[in-house]
């Protein structure tokens, strides 16, 4: 039993006599990464932490966890069907619900491609860089399905060349690349395709080549399918004409 408490600092560098599989009671203290690489898979309240020099041990009652100095990236693995919380400062992340804290990370997994992302109230860009995978505050994400950008305006979805765009079924939101997003007002991507609602919507296209949908500025498509028996728009043909 270690006489820790609330305030507390436990660092993994400091050579603790742990046995493999181990469950520690933290009382609170923060959780301190080791010099490598460090990964944490959280369960509920409950954080395991496994490296290649050191014993995996599961510590419960955390409430902030900061990832050392790594190597080539701490790593942290959500539940299935993870809730996370974007904690407001590069590489920081918030989960069960704001209990729990992680600083300095740099990879966020889950255990199922199910998982929850939550932005703060500032303008903030989305990077996509795969199939449900993205990018922001320093963080790579991936498993992510849905993402709630804040109430701000400026919000942004940064898509693959060749993305194709699918509008939500209520003003700010749309799909990319399997994940939903709500809360966006700007989407880029080079060479995209835009596919409407089975609703009447209304595309307007702007002098340079934007086009607005659904409270939200794309740039970059080419290709609009109005996905309601609409005939589809190909958007270099309309520039080509009006610059004629």
Known sequence: DFDWSAGDTLSLADNYSFTEGETVDSKGATLVG?????????????????????????????????????????????????????????????????????????????ATDEANLTATSAAEQFTITGEQALSIAG??????????????????????????????????????????????????????SLIGTAAADTFVINSDASIDVAAIRFTGVLEVDGNGGRACIHLLDILEFHTR
Do not use: C, K, P
Request: charged share 15%; net charge negative.
């Open 34 to 110: 080791s010099a490598g690489d460090d990964s944490f898979n959280v369960d509920g309240s409950t954080v395991e932490h496994s490296h290649s020099d050191l014993a995996s041990v599961r510590f419960t009652n955390l409430t902030t966890v900061e990832a050392g100095d790594a190597i080539s990236g701490d790593v942290v693995t959500g539940a299935a069907d993870q809730s996370w919380l974007l904690a407001g400062t590069d590489n920081s992340i918030l989960t069960n619900e704001g209990s729990l804290l992680f600083t300095g990370v740099e990879f966020i997994g889950n």
């Open 139 to 192: 963080m790579q994400f991936a498993g992510i399905a849905n993402v709630a950008a804040g109430d701000e305006a400026g919000d942004s979805v940064q898509g693959l060349e060749n993305s194709q765009w699918s509008l939500g079924d209520v003003e700010n939101s749309l799909m990319v690349s399997g994940v939903n997003f709500t809360g966006i007002d700007f989407a880029q991507a080079d060479n995209a």
